[in-house]
């Protein structure tokens, strides 16, 4: 099941990389002047949709929340990368941005398998609404990493939970799609 598993994910990691590279045809760069606070930001935003279309079971936009999963996704790449201090104030070309997008994307997947080892596939038994709670959680905890100016005592840092947030995302998509 574990090699189903990297299959679908790859899937939709093809879906979003897709999204993500036509966007920045559309848009360039321009979120890269965005602090890792407005990025989580426009994360909630997508998550309460989400939660809200969920709970009212309608929806006044003719988009449905499969495209807001994508976004997610994308909009927790475009946070690793901005938390890349080494990247800080870098001009990317298109090669090198996408070169980083795959690359934190498989950061990401080899941390789920990693994770599947342990819990096996469980998530494949939870409600996709359990995954829009849990990304709702996480910008709260994140929300609240940047009040502490970053430190955490014991917990994991932004770059975990947005990678977390990356696989119950996709997990989320895979779910909805079967």
């Not at 996709?170 to 799609?177: G, P, S």
Request: aromatic letters at 8%; hydrophobic letters at 40%; one cysteine or more.
């Amino acid at each position: 099941m574990i090699n189903q598993t990297a299959i679908e994910f790859d899937e939709v990691f093809s879906q979003c990389r897709h999204v993500f590279e036509k966007k920045n045809k559309d848009y360039g760069m321009s979120w890269r002047i965005m602090r890792i606070s407005s990025i989580i930001d426009q994360i909630f935003i997508k998550a309460n949709r989400i939660k809200t279309i969920e709970e009212n079971g309608t929806q006044a936009i003719d988009e449905g929340v499969h495209p807001e999963w994508i976004g997610i996704i994308n909009y927790c790449v475009m946070g690793l990368i901005q938390l890349n201090t080494d990247l800080a104030n870098k001009n990317l070309t298109d090669a090198e941005l996408l070169n980083l997008y795959d690359s934190y994307l498989k950061q990401t997947k080899d941390l789920m398998l990693q994770k599947n080892q342990d819990y096996g596939e469980i998530w494949r038994k939870m409600l996709v609404s359990t995954f829009t709670d849990m990304l709702l959680m996480r910008i709260n905890r994140m929300h609240q990493i940047i009040e502490n100016k970053g430190k955490t005592e014991v917990s994991e840092g932004i770059d975990s939970n947005l990678m977390d947030m990356i696989n119950y995302s996709v997990f989320a998509l895979i779910r909805l799609k079967n």
